[in-house]
Each structure stands twice: as C-alpha cells, then as structure tokens.
C-alpha cells in the first residue's frame, strides 16, 4: 500500500489540510478543515479529494484501493469527535456527502443529506432527538433525495405519494403531519423504491455512503455542470472533492435555524452584516428559495419592512457569536465571506465559508475600503477584481428622469438595468436572443436547467425566492439584472403571460427592469451613462500606476473618440477609415470611385470625398489632442461598398450616369470567391495609388488645420493594412512621404508622422524583421490573423464551430480570446524579429483580442506597448494590463 | 580617383579580364577576353562592366567619375592593337558598341555599328578600302543606326529617304546604288536628324562614343528587356555590361562574309558543324532574318538542297581555320558553342562564342555524348539539363500514320509537334489563349514585340529567317515548335488569312505543325506519346542515381496513375478522391448526400458512392503494387459539388425528389463568404463522420480485394486535409482505426495502413510538433500555405498580380514558386518540430510547387522525404531533385 493521502479529515478543533489547499480539497473542504483549525464549531467530517474524482473518473468509475481503508479510519475520527456511531442503532452517527470543487458551481451538483438513517437508527435518533416527528422526517427526507440523487426514481414520485396521504387524511400543509403520518409514509416510500428498482432501498449506512460518494462524482460529469464549466471556462480535468460531514439540523424545533451570511453587503459592498435565515429549517430551504426567509440584522428587516423577527432579535445568544466569527474569518481571510451556518438548539455550527460572489460595484467597493481598513494592500485590491465583471459598471442605468411606471418590485437582486421582450422559457430566450433581440426572462423561480436562457437573457425576473436564490446567485456571477421574490406576480405559462397588480403583460411586450432598485417598468425605459469616479476612480487610479502597457481604442466617430477618452484611452489604436465612407453623401462618391474606368475618373470622385474625410480627421485630431491616433488607410475590398439590391443598383446607376447593365457587370467583375483573402488592403493601395494619396492628404490637411487652430499637433500614425511583404512598404512609404513633400511645398507645413503597418498575415509575422526596416510601429491585427493561422473565416465558422467547441477541438473560440499555442507563436516571433531590426519600433493589438483579459494578459507577456480595444472595453483593458503586469512582475520578482 | 577598375580591356592576345568574370562583363565581354588569351583573332576591344550599368542606372544616368580615363585609357590600347586611331581622318579606328549581360537576351537590346564615322574619316575608310561605296554605305548605316538608336529618329524616315532617291533615279535594289548615290543620301539624312532634333548629327567620333554608350545602358530598362527579363527570371540589377570593339567588315566585297555557328546541332545535337553565313553582309543580317543565308557545310547544304555554295565551298581556308577554332572553342569550354564570326577579305575574325542554346533533345544527346567523349563527367551531365525543358519532350509528337495533309515545309526550327487555330497578331495569340484554346502564331517574321504572343501560342510560324532567326532562337528557349522560313508563304493580315500553294488559310482555321521536320499541316493531326529512351533514359539514369528524395505523382485517375508511374513516380503522393465524385453516376449520389438533411439520409446516399470508391481504389492499387500510396479524404466545400445553372438544378430537383426551392435553399445555405477558409477539409470529417467512414472503409476493402487478388497488400497512407489542430487529429484517427476493426472483426483481414495529415496552414506548421502525435506523416500542401501565409486567394490574385509583379513586390509568382522567406519558414519549423517530436515522420511535398525545380531544390535543402507533382512533371522533379542532391552534397564537401 502506497503511503498517497486520497482522504483528509477535520474536526474538533483540528485538519489534515487547510485553506491553502484548495486545489486538492476543493473550495468547500479546505474553507471547513481551515475553519476547524480556527477552532470554530465546524461538525466534524472529512474531505474526498478531487484526485480521487480524477482517477474515478478514468479509471471507469473506480477508486485507488487505498480509498477504502483511508474513508474508514476518517469516519472513525468523525465518530470519535460527534460521539456518535455510525449506524448505531443507539446513537447513530448522521452524515451530509456534498460537492465542492475548486471553483464555485452553486446547484449544480448533488448532494444527500441524513444519510445513515435505516429502520434501527431512526429509532436512535428518535430517542437522542426526543422528538419522533422530526426523526421520521429526516429520514423520510433522506429517502427521497438519495433515490433522486443515488438510484435515478423520480422525484416526484415520491410528491405524488405525499399529496396522497395528504389527500386521504384531509391535511393541507406540511407542518400538520405528525410521527404517524411519516411513519407511514416511510414504509409506502421504501416500497416505491423496491418497486421502481426491484431491489430494496439500501439500510447499510455504509452501502448507502459509498452509493452518495459514487453519485457526487459521477455528477462531476452531468449535463448541467458540463454546459456549467463551458460558461466558466473550468477545465474537467479540475474535478470535485466530496465532503462527509457529521449532520447538524437546523429543523430540531424553534431554537433551530439555518441560514446563509455575508459578511458585506455583495450587491451594494456596503460594510454591513448581510443574510438571511430560516427557523427550524435544514440548509437547502433557504438556498432554494422555497420559503421567503427572515433578514439576519434588525437594520435589515426594518429596511425592508418584514415584519417576521430577524435573527439578531429572535436568536440574540447565537447572533452574538455568529458576528464574531464573522469579523474572525474576514479578518483571517482578507476578504468578504459568504457563509452558511446552522444553529441546533442554540448551538451554532458553521457548515461553509468561502470569498462571496459580488457585483463589480460591491467588488470595487469592498477592495477600495478594505485597503483603507489596512485589511488587503492596493496590489491585492487591483488584482482581486475580475476585468470583465467591470463591464456591468460600464453600461447604462435608469436615467433619473424616465416616466415609465413601476408595473411592480420584488428583491434588488442583481444590479443594473436591462430593457428587452418578454419570454417565459430559457429556450425561448436563446432564440430571440441568438436574433439579435434583447430580452427579459421571466420565471417562477429558476433552476440549473435555465443555465443558458438566462445567459442569452438580457434580465431575469423571477417570483419566487430571495436574495441568495439561484436566480439571484446566478445572475450576479453572469452580470445580469435581475429582480427575484415578486410575490404578487402570477405566471400563466400556458397563455404566455403574467400578471401583476391588475395589469396583464404578454409574450413579446417590452418591459424594463431596474435591478439596482428591484422594479419592474413597463416599456423601454431612458438609460444613462454610468459615473465612473468614487472607488472606481480611486481603484483605477490604483491600476494605472502598476500598469506598463498602453490602452488605446479602436474608433472612428467623434462620439466613439469621446467616449473612449472619457474611460481612460491613451490614444487611438485603430481608426478605421472604411467606416468614415459609409455616409449618405460619402457612399455615392465612393461608389463613383469605384465604378470609374480610369484613373482620372477615380481622382475626380476622390476629390470630392477628400473634404469629407479632412473634416473626419481634423474632429478626431481635436478630440485626441497630443494622443496618438493610428488611422488605418482603406481595407476592405471595394465590393462591399457597392450597392447589391436592385432599387440600389438603380439609384447608383442614375446617380452614375451609368446604365444598370454596366455597373452590374463592373460589380459583378469586382465580386471575388473569397474576398477575406483578395483585393483589399495595401493590394489596393498599390493597385489603386490615388486612393491612398486622397486619404494621406486628408490626415495631412486635418494635421495642420488643427495645428493652425489649438497650437497643438497632432499625433499622426499612418498604418497600412494587410501588407504581406516588405516591398509593398517601401512602394507605399516612399507615396505617402511624396504627399507630405507636396503640401509641405503647397503650404509652409511640414506634416509630421509615423509610418507602420498591421500584422495580420502569417508571412508578416514571419518576415517582420524584414517589414520592420520601412515600419516604425506595428499592430497585430488578431482577428484577421487568426482567421488565416487557422484558415478559418470568422463568417463562416458558425456552421461547424458548435461542434468544435463540444468535440474539445476549440477549448476556447479563438476569436474571442487569443489561440496563444498558434497565432501566439506568430506573436512572439514578430515581436522577437521586429526589435531585433528596429529596437525602438513600437508594437501593439488592435483586434478584438485587445478588450479579452486573457489576451492582454499574453499582450503583457510579449512586452507589446499597447492593446487597443472598443471603447466600452478601455476600463476592462486598464484593469487587465494593470493584473497582467502585476503578476509578471511577481513572476519575475 | 580610386583604384576601382570598371572597364577591362581585351585583344592583341592577352585581356584583363577572362571567362570566370561573366557577371562583371557579361558573358559576351568576357569570352572576348577569353578568346583573347586564347590567341584567338579578335578585334581589340574592352568593356564596361556590369558595375557601371547598375551605378548609372541608380544614379540618375551618370557614370562614377573614373569611368571617363578608364575608357579613354582603354580606346588607347584598342587603337595600339588595331594600328588605327579614333577620329583620324587618313587612318580612322571605327567601332561596334553592344550589349551584353550575364543572361542571354537576343534582340533585346542595342546595338550601334562603325561608330567613328564623320565627313572627315568616311574619306579615310574609302582610302583605307579601296572602296569608296562601301565607306558611304557604312556611313549611312552608322548614321541610321545611331539615330534609331541613340537619338531617338523615327527608322522609317531614312527608309523615305533611301525609297525616295530610288524612284528618283529609277533603281529598284540597294546594290544598284553607288559610292554616289550613297553620298548624296548622307546628306539628306545628316539633314533630317538636324531638322527633327533641332541640332546637328554629333560629328565628334568621342561624342558618338558616350552617346551609343548611354544609350546601351538605357536599354537595360527598356519595356520590352523588362518582360524578358520577366519571363525569364532575370533580376534588374544584373546589369548589362557595354562592350566596345573594333570594326571588322563582312561586307567588304566577295572575300568577306559573316556568320553564325554551331559546334553541334542544337536542335537535334547531333555532333557536326551548323551554322549559316552570308557573304558579303554584316553581322546583323544574319541574325535579323531578313536575307535567307547559306549553309556552312557542303553535307548540310546538300541536305537542305540549296544551290547556294556552303561556306566549305566558298572559302575552303579560312573554313578549315573555322573548324578548328570551333574544336579549340569545344574543349577548352567542355560544352557546345555558340559563334559568331566575320570574314574580312580572307582574314577570320572571332566576335562572339558563348554555350549554346539547344532543345532538350540536344541537351540530352550532348551531354551525353560529351561524357561518352571524356570531355565532361556524368556528374556535369546531370547538372548541365534544365530540368524544366525536359517538358518538350514529354509531349506528344506526331503519330507516324497521321492523315492531315502538308500544307508547307519550312525549316525544322524548333522541335515537337502542336495543333492550334491560326492567328496572326500577338494580342491575338494571347487573348485566344487566355480562353483557354490552343493557338498556332503565323508571322511574315517575328520581333522582340512578339514576345508575349509567342509565350501564349503552342506553336509558331514564319514565312522568313533562318534557323537562327529572331523567331527561331525565341521558340526554341520557350520549348515551343516552330517551323521558320517558309518563302512562298504569303500572309494577308488585313484579310487574316496566309495563302500557300494556292491553299487558302484562315484566321480560326486549325492547323497542326511539326517542328522537328519542318512541316505545316492540315487540320489537327494525331499524336503520340514520347519515347523516354535513348539518352533520356541514360542520363535520367545518372540522375536517379544521385537523387535522394524519392518522387511520387499527384493523381487519381487510372490512366493518370499509369502514366506517371511510367514516367518514373516511386509513390503518390496526392490521391484527391473528390475528383473521384465528379462522375455522371457519382455526383447524384453525392448530390443526394450533400442535401440530406439527417445522417439516415447521408449515409444511405453514402452507401451508393462506397462500391464505386472501393472499385477505384482497387485498380489504383492494383497498379501501384507496394508503392506507397497517400490517399486525402474528402475536402473541398460540400457546395462545389451542386448544382448551378438552372437547368441542372432542375434536374437534381427531379432526381433527388426534392422541390425545386428547397432545394435552392439548401444550396444557399452551403454559400460560404471564404469558402478556402470554410466548412472543408477535416471540418467535414469531423461534422460528417460518415463520409470519411465510407471512404476509410472503400479503401480497407480494396485493399482487402487486391490482397485477394494478387497477393500484394497496397501500401496505404491515409491524409487528412486542412487540420489546424492535434486535437482533429486525434479524433479522426480514432475513427479511422474504429473502421479498421470493424473490416477486420467483420473479414478476418487486418488493413494495413499509415495515419498522416497535409500541412497547409501556418498553425498545422507552427504546431506540427502536437500533431505529429497522431501522425506518421505530412504533406505540405503548398498551394493552401501559400494563400494562407499570404492571405492571398489563388483564385482572386489575378486581379494584382501583374501589378505586384511589375512593381517587384513578388519576384515570381508565389503559386509557381515557394515563396522561401515566408511559405519556407514555416516548412522549416514543421519539419524541424515534427522530426524532433517524430523521428521518423515521413515528410513530402504535394502542392503545385512539387514540379517546379527551385521547390525542389529548397525541398532538398529541407530533407523532405520526397515531392509529388503531376504525372508529367514526374522526369522534370526526377532531374531537379537529383541536381539538388548534388548541389547540397557539393556544398556540404
């Protein structure tokens, strides 16, 4: 026997592991052994590891050998601390057998609970308890979620049977059956069973442990928790432990309760004791949102006008302690705490404590005051906050003004506002959603199985359940509004509706909802801009200092330039010239252009475009001050710019003077079978000099307007798309320098700017040593690289890209984040090979890779000097370079 | 003044430079030096070096400053060796000043005789030559010449002139014309170069001088030395060098002559002497076509049936001298030369010799039989083919009992035998070919302008000139046939039509001629295959002998299969079973497959295709023995094999009982926006495993069937087209090896087979380490890395690429040629990766590139494994593969 520790205890004050071993232990397991250590009152159990998942997982669904003999020394240790056997008929030991794995998967996963309950040990607990109804209940309870979790019977099987004997003997609640009646129902459940399976219920309490443990990692690999990990990029191979724990009930009477804390505020990062609880309840009721629960402070019930007592008035002794563990693990944690306690006859027991979920708001929040508190250093607090969670700050709120009226209000339990179309099913969602329409699920409370409607859901809202409801947990994490508990809102699925104080909302109606508030608007409520200062200014702040690179943002129109600024952009990192010819008059002299035969006819057509895109330039330039601004000369390939309905076509060929026939066979001859790789780029401006001369004039022209205007001139980087070869620089370089010369010779004004060029071509990439001899800066054009490292069209990709992502070929789309083993290479070897030719040549991103975290962070890697991004991304990308630089910093350090 | 020597000078039996030097001086400047040092007669001369082209060329037409002294040091000693002095009115020194560069370009460029004519030394040269005609006529030559040439004068204005006097006179030949005569149109001429420049005819033989040699040097950039150089792979920076000569004069009277030779026949390369001379002419008549010369032998005269004396003939002694010059020429250059000569009242001169230009035939017969003589090694023998002018003889010539009737016999110009419609122009040849038809070019006589018609036409006639004619020497480089001089050919082109033996021939008409017997015929006669015996055989012999890489043949078709296995492939290479489904029976089921709409659906359509796929692999097999035999899946986009035009959509409609719409929309719904990016390749594989399952499987069983049959067990490698991942890999191997069992479990017969990829985008390069893995071999798939790496759509680039050429952004064509800087990288790090994770990965080439000899020669350089090209390309990768064996091994000793 190998000497591998697979099992960990804890308990009584002591643990084989600890918080730090969070991998091994799972989040849940090493939070209880490092708790225990503490020596807070954690029931004593033992901790499954996730290799253990691991090696069951491959090795078709068995365990090392060593498991066995190592879960039965652990459960003697347990034993040992509760003073209790397991399976005694006298003094049974209980236990819990829960998930936890590295990262939080809340619901997700199975769980039993009473487990070791059997005809003899019911009678045990029964005596121990003194109270036979509730030990009936327990097992009565056990019975049915080990035969939903364990051995696949219906659940509601089990409901039916219950309705039954309600039925017969004329009860209507719960509550009003006695031991009897649980008795009875035992006897009718165990029956079920052995009917459903052909074999009995299990009465070993050691067959039933082994029969949970085996279902806890079996559900590692469940549908749910695979689209689960899909969504949250956690890789199988992480696993989950399994916790045995010694029970606890929360459900022994009056002086029982259960509840679920947080140790701030995680919606609002408010420092205030946070939470709910239940009296005389197990731990699931309050997690599933069954019964509306009691706030935990008196502050809070009165807040929300509750009239049941909270736990600081019902359970004062308890509460007492229970904040004093509170302040202990914050303090030991240095972080906010979400926590899940049970207290048995005014005996506390802390079954889970772990960093809670938060809004970005709470998380800004939380990490700003705590430095102040001297709890966690400026470092930690950049570091703690997740980059994309800021996007819920960046967007718009309920503008104060708006006159939309509250249809009604439930719990604030996800922040920010959403306006979209009514849908009562996640599938439903998804579709409208994967339309391009913006949507509202409705629901009477939500479970694992809307995962993705609430995903592809721009709100959620739901009738049942409260702040720590699954749809309130959920809706956090993935940033979306979310208004929960709307006890008066009655859902008719079937009619596709739902009413609310007297009015009726369909399918397909717009609704508006304010999760900040927990409103409910009827129609598209006015939005506005989010304020960015207070602790996200002072966290930013932060941020900026640790970060090396440069955030830049991909824009164009004076109001997308604005915007940018106005989030912290240090320059422009792309200017797509294209999109400037999109406008009503500008299209119909491009067309022109196009369609002339000649070269004197594309001059004339340039010419008058040319005031056009002077203006264009001259607004960035006064925006942008002494910012760089790389403007990208023409791209795309001239195809798209001409028209392809008919009515369009006609309207051209007035406008033209040409007839429809020629200008579609002018347009069909510039129709291409795979434009992406055609003519477009500096292949036209070679082909087509004029049209690079106009645009070059343009930035020049709007150089010295602006010059002649504010005193200040503007930072030019002229940036030529799609190059392929270092000759195609040096043809282009030495026009563009011929452009300059002429107006310096028209005007006195000598322009000033860089020359350089996008890599987005693999042989550009390859070759940049050579490219960077005419180039004094770079971009990586990512998305137009990774389409040909691949050679993959991002436009077509859909039809098989699903089946990629599921078959484990893509782990990630490689258009979202950066395909680091492949295009990174590509990378690395330009940025390697352009310094070596010209060390002070400047590099950067300028793809939609430039706003993803884990693309910034390889950015940081590679030592580039910018990222550029869209300009609603600029704080994430702040934020991400600041982290990327931080931990680089540690690694080297 | 530096010490740099930029002109060297040569005669009198010694020379400062010699043959090794032909990059400085040009090949024709240094075997004058050669010659020289030889002892050989040559007028004294010198040359200004290649160096001197390209600073002149750079620095806008000046000359570095030493040129001046070093020319005029130079004239000295030429006028030392000639006994006469430049400029001297009783004893003057003419000279000739030519072009000449490191590649032969014939007739492109310029040229100007008997400079040093003024009205001063024009009396000397009558004095001198007792012949006072003959000093007038030069004069007006020079002057005509130098005018074209160096000043720019319209030629036909001297034409006027000289038509002009004639009527005027009543004379109807030039030789009617005397010493009078001769002078009296000087004048006129002197006077129409004043009138139309405005200043007078430079009279100083020094100005004369640096004007004809300015005007060599411009000529380097001239258009039509830039297509040549084009269509030749010559780089501009070459240079030409400038050689300037003493006079000698072949039309001085009876006992003078001039002529061209060769040591062997370079159209058949039989060893006997061949040439032609004219008497009384200069140089240039022979070499323009527009007097038919006589033959040198007596035998060849005899042979052609001439009545004119052979040079043996004529002038038995200074022949006798010839021959053995001739000899001295052959061995000391150990190859065939190319002579020019001028006979000057019974004394030889010696203007030219250089290794000749020769068919393939006669390259082949020649080297050969130049081992068989001792004068050169097998080894040289090798090196010394081109290997893409093996291409000539591996087309079909004329099958012996062909029906089409003579139409005309002209002279054997250039060999080989091909069919086209009759045009008469250029344009014509090239806009006919560029539509895809075959098109024999018919000229009165053909000129440097005709070169891109004669590049686009199979074939080429002409009613004038020699064998050494413009069009002679042009078709022979180009590997086109040819048939020259046909004299009672007579060509309308306004009417486009050629009458001969009052046979009328018109534009569009097809003919059919044979090049190697001299024949113009009737219609479209049959062909028949080369035989690749003979000295092909022997020297393909040493060849293979030395080669390392083995060659295998892109192919399908049965015919294909065994015509390049007969022309030597060892394997395939590039088995492409989508051109497997085109078939009329196959592309319905295919057709019925692709509109499937579920599995059921496709694999029922599926199993349509699998007895037809199996019967084609078996007889791929069945030819191939156990040569290796890579068969690629199925890869092009699922929407090539649908129908288009509406009657055949009409048709499928009918036939795969769909409705006419639906069917449309199925189709639309395969339309990709970059299809070469798109759902293709392993894409299908992997969303569609069904097709590669009935592929793998209809390979299993005839490899099964022919093991069956004949006892030999195909030796199978299956490719996978287009991954970008190991993880494709990875699962379709996997599938794969689940077809293999099943064959197996179901026949009792184990396939045998190899698992292997195509490397065709820069991620399967950069990655090729992972998926080596998986892999027991790659292809590099050229044609895709190339669009890929370059972004550059093969299919679309047509509309830039001349553009891109013209300008030097591609110095070839990256489709014809790997592109080594960027398309070789990645080769490189794949086979550097892919072997380090592999040792014994077997590694090929199966794009375009396979049969191009610089491909090859890189492929070598790599250590590839082989190349595979199309079946007639088989000798031609044979022959490169081998020279780059020894070229490396050269290197590396």
Redesign the interface.
């Known amino acids: 026997m190998s000497d591998h520790k697979w099992v960990y205890g804890f308990g009584g004050g002591t643990a084989d592991g600890d918080a730090s071993l969070k991998n091994l232990l799972g989040g849940k397991g090493a939070n209880l052994a490092e708790m225990s250590s503490l020596g807070l009152p954690v029931p004593p159990g033992f901790t499954l590891s996730t290799e253990v998942c691991t090696k069951y997982t491959q090795n078709q669904r068995t365990y090392p050998h060593e498991v066995t003999a190592q879960v039965k020394f652990a459960l003697r240790a347990v034993e040992t601390h509760a003073g209790k056997r397991f399976g005694d008929a006298d003094n049974p030991l209980l236990v819990s057998v829960r998930s936890g794995g590295r990262a939080s998967m809340p619901g997700m996963m199975d769980t039993v609970l009473n487990l070791g309950l059997n005809s003899e040990t019911v009678e045990g607990l029964a005596a121990l308890s003194g109270d036979r109804r509730f030990a009936f209940d327990s097992y009565r309870r056990f019975i049915q979620m080990y035969s939903d979790v364990v051995l696949g019977v219906d659940h509601d099987l089990f409901e039916e049977i219950l309705d039954e004997h309600k039925d017969v003997s004329g009860i209507q609640l719960d509550v009003e059956l006695d031991a009897d009646d649980w008795q009875k129902i035992v006897v009718q459940y165990l029956a079920l069973v052995e009917e459903e399976l052909g074999t009995p219920f299990p009465s070993n309490p050691v067959d039933q442990l082994w029969g949970a443990i085996g279902a806890v990692f079996d559900s590692w690999m469940n549908e749910r928790a695979k689209v689960y990990r899909a969504l949250h990029d956690i890789p199988v191979n992480w696993g989950t432990a399994v916790n045995v724990q010694a029970m606890v009930f929360g459900n022994m009477g009056p002086r029982s309760a259960t509840g679920v804390a947080f140790t701030r505020n995680p919606s609002t990062g408010e420092r205030a004791y946070y939470g709910e609880f239940l009296i005389n309840a197990q731990g699931e009721d309050v997690v599933a949102g069954i019964r509306t629960p009691q706030a935990l402070t008196q502050a809070a019930r009165e807040e929300m006008g509750d009239t049941l007592p909270s736990m600081e008035e019902a359970l004062p002794v308890v509460f007492a302690q229970l904040t004093q563990v509170f302040d202990q693990l914050e303090t030991h944690y240095c972080d906010m705490q979400d926590i899940e306690f049970t207290v048995e006859r005014d005996k506390l027991w802390m079954l889970q404590t772990r960093s809670g979920k938060r809004t970005a708001k709470a998380s800004l929040k939380i990490a700003v005051e705590m430095v102040h508190e001297g709890l966690i250093s400026q470092h930690d607090a950049v570091l703690r906050i997740e980059p994309a969670a800021l996007d819920q700050l960046l967007h718009p709120t309920l503008a104060a003004g708006h006159t939309c009226p509250i249809l009604a209000t439930g719990l604030p339990a996800s922040p920010g506002a959403a306006t979209g179309q009514v849908v009562f099913s996640a599938d439903e969602a998804v579709l409208l959603a994967g339309r391009g329409q913006s949507v509202i699920l409705v629901r009477l409370e939500t479970s694992p199985d809307d995962i993705h409607g609430m995903h592809a859901a721009g709100g959620i809202v739901t009738a049942r359940g409260g702040m720590t409801s699954h749809a309130a947990v959920v809706a956090r994490g993935m940033g979306r509004p979310c208004v929960c508990g709307i006890g008066d809102l009655l859902i008719d699925e079937a009619a596709k509706q739902f009413t609310v104080g007297g009015q009726i909302v369909r399918e397909g109606d717009t609704i508006t909802i304010d999760g900040s508030k927990g409103h409910v608007l009827a129609g598209a409520a006015q939005m506005e801009q989010p304020e960015l200062t207070g602790e996200f200014g002072t966290l930013m702040g932060w941020a900026d200092a640790a970060r090396r690179m440069k955030i830049r943002t991909n824009a164009e129109t004076p109001q997308d330039v604005q915007t940018a600024k106005d989030f912290g952009a240090e320059g422009i990192g792309l200017c797509r010239t294209e999109h400037m010819f999109f406008g009503e008059a500008r299209i119909a002299a491009m067309r022109e252009m196009i369609l002339a035969a000649t070269k004197t006819g594309r001059t004339k057509a340039l010419a008058k475009i040319l005031p056009m895109q002077t203006e264009d330039f001259t607004e960035i330039f006064r925006i942008m001050g002494e910012l760089p601004c790389t403007i990208r000369l023409l791209d795309p390939p001239l195809h798209e710019f001409l028209p392809h309905a008919p009515e369009d076509v006609r309207l051209v060929a007035i406008a033209t003077g040409m007839t429809v026939d020629k200008l579609m066979a002018r347009a069909a001859a510039l129709v291409?079978?795979?434009?992406?790789?055609?003519?477009r780029g500096c292949?036209l401006g070679?082909?087509y000099p004029e049209i690079y001369e106009m645009q070059t004039r343009a930035i020049f022209q709007a150089q010295a307007n602006v010059k002649a205007e504010t005193g200040v001139t503007a930072n030019v980087e002229i940036m030529i798309p799609?190059a392929?070869?270092a000759?195609?620089l040096e043809?282009l370089k030495s026009k563009i320098s011929a452009v300059a010369a002429t107006i310096e010779a028209a005007q006195g004004f000598a322009p000033t700017y860089l020359f350089g060029a996008m890599i987005?071509?693999?042989?550009a990439a390859?070759?940049a040593g050579?490219l960077a001899e005419f180039s004094s800066f770079f971009s990586f054009g990512t998305n137009?690289l990774t389409?040909?490292?691949?050679?993959?069209?991002r436009?077509?990709?859909s039809?098989?890209l699903h089946?990629?992502m599921s078959?484990?070929?893509?782990e990630k789309d490689p258009f979202v984040s950066i395909?680091e083993?492949?295009?990174g290479?590509?990378i690395a070897i330009a940025t390697k090979r352009s310094r070596a030719a010209r060390p002070d040549v400047k590099l950067g991103i300028c793809g939609e890779h430039g706003g993803d975290p884990a693309s910034i962070d390889f950015c940081e890697a590679q030592g580039l000097d910018y990222v550029s991004c869209s300009p609603f991304r600029v704080p994430i990308a702040r934020l991400a370079a600041a982290q990327a630089a931080m931990r680089r910093n540690h690694e080297t350090a």
């Open positions: 291409e079978t795979n434009p992406m790789l055609g003519h292949r070679i082909s799609l392929a070869t000759k195609e043809i987005e071509l693999p042989r390859l070759c050579e137009d389409q040909t490292t691949f050679g993959l069209s436009d077509d990709a039809s098989f089946t990629y078959q484990g070929v893509f395909d083993s492949g295009v290479q590509l």
